[in-house]
């Protein structure tokens, strides 16, 4: 038999009580509830309930009457919708996914060409939240697709009019590990700090302009990552560890760099630095900032002097893909636990391996192989994607 349910629901100024009111008649009908929501923005209350009557659709009418009255007395307007158990099933078995929106300012236009999409492919949004306080900034949407939608075709359309628009979006299976996330893995150069170490080392070197060169097309994956290393370590023999103080003494930090990190750690997240640098810097990073791993390549020095040469295994793309799950397995958690973050060609392999993998300001061919791409000034806007809104950032910090 495909039992009849009812869909209560009662909009109207939020006060206390309310909830005590509707499911205190429902129970003395001896009603039972089978799904329950409600929220308020800022003053106006949204409450509803699904309820289904076990002894009969008799039941109904005396409930809803009675509903109906209570409502008149709270203040509120009732609207039902009677539903069979196959619509609500059919429902629930949906596929559900987050969409956020992320930017300086998120207008109302780009509501409007995002929530377009998602009709244009009969998707249903099911909540709407948003993760800043003041200027709208950051908006969560908590969606429904149909089975044959093709998600990864919508979502490369909602990446080009957010690049139209200005404003990141990220598109994410809502599942327990969106929210269940472990460990946080991150670049160095361009990434946790604001420059790329090898380009300022040899700027002292007197050999600036042919370093950066190599950098640029290395990070682009123009060359092979371990050839373009040596080529340009073999360019900075000479150079002093007093040169590698000095700049590790002027880094800049990325904006929030410094706070995500401490929220991380206060939330009891593992955090990790993998670098295509130098150790002499991620060990020093990692001391600085409290992170549990640090890896990077280990510059030779002898007699003070720079030799020109690597030292052991290359820490390249690949390798950082290595050391990432090494440090998930270590930990004891899933690679579906794991962030990763960076900016280069050769952080596309960590990227891919992780549950989360975010290319942060990066390259444009690592924006366009990326699952996940946010533009955005602060490194800590990386905490909206794990679905953390700004008061909880600052209720941690606190």
């Known amino acids: 038999m495909d039992r009849k349910m009812v869909l209560v629901t009662m909009t109207g100024p ?3 009580g309310i909830v005590a009111a509707v499911t205190g008649n429902i129970a003395a009908a001896g009603a039972r509830i089978r799904d329950i929501e409600q929220t308020v923005t800022h003053t106006l209350l949204s409450f509803s309930v699904l309820i289904d009557f076990p002894t009969g659709e008799s039941d109904q009418k005396p409930l809803i009457k009675d509903l109906l009255f209570l409502a008149k007395e709270l203040g509120l307007d009732l609207d039902f919708q009677v539903l069979s158990e196959s619509e609500y099933r059919r429902k ?3 596929h559900a996914y987050v969409v956020t929106i992320l930017g300086g300012e998120v207008s109302a236009t780009s509501l409007a060409r995002v929530s377009r999409i998602l009709a244009d492919n009969r998707v249903n ?5 948003k993760l800043t306080q003041g200027q709208l900034r950051c908006v969560e ?3 429904t697709t149909p089975p044959e939608l093709d998600v990864k075709a919508m979502t490369r359309k909602l990446l080009r009019v957010g690049a139209s ?3 990141d979006i990220a598109m994410q299976k809502e599942s327990l590990y969106r929210r269940a996330k472990r460990l946080v893995v991150m670049d160095m150069d361009s990434t946790l700090i604001q420059i790329e170490v090898i380009d300022e080392l040899a700027r002292l070197a007197g050999v600036g302009e042919q370093v950066a060169d190599i950098t640029l097309r ?10 373009a290393l040596r080529e340009r370590v073999a360019l900075l023999q000479g150079l002093s560890v007093d040169a590698l103080e000095e700049v590790y003494r002027h ?3 990325t904006p929030g760099a410094k706070n995500l990190v401490r929220i991380l750690k206060r939330l009891g997240f593992r955090t990790a630095v993998i670098s295509g640098g130098f150790k002499f810097f991620t060990d020093r990073l990692k001391t600085e900032l409290g992170l549990d791993y ?3 390549n280990d510059l030779e020095i002898a007699d003070g002097k720079v030799t020109g040469a690597v030292k052991g295994e290359i820490v390249d793309g690949a390798r950082k893909a290595q050391l990432l799950e090494e440090i998930a397995c270590q930990e004891g958690i899933t690679l579906d636990q794991v962030v990763a973050i960076g900016d280069g060609a050769n952080d596309l392999p960590m990227l891919g391996k992780a549950g989360l993998g975010i290319a942060f300001n990066a390259k444009a061919r690592v924006r366009e192989q990326a699952d996940y791409h946010i533009n955005q000034q602060s490194l800590d806007s990386i905490l909206y994607l794990l679905g953390f809104s700004e008061r909880e950032m600052a209720e941690i910090d606190q």
Request: hydrophobic share 45%; glycine share 10%.
């Open 14 to 16: 939020d006060k206390p």
């Open 92 to 94: 629930t078995t949906k």
């Open 125 to 129: 949004i099911e909540r709407i939240s």
């Open 141 to 143: 949407f908590l969606i």
């Open 165 to 167: 628009l200005g404003v």
């Open 218 to 227: 290395a990070m682009n994956g123009e060359l092979d990552f371990q050839g």
């Open 251 to 253: 880094i800049p930090f």
């Open 294 to 296: 640090a890896y990077a």
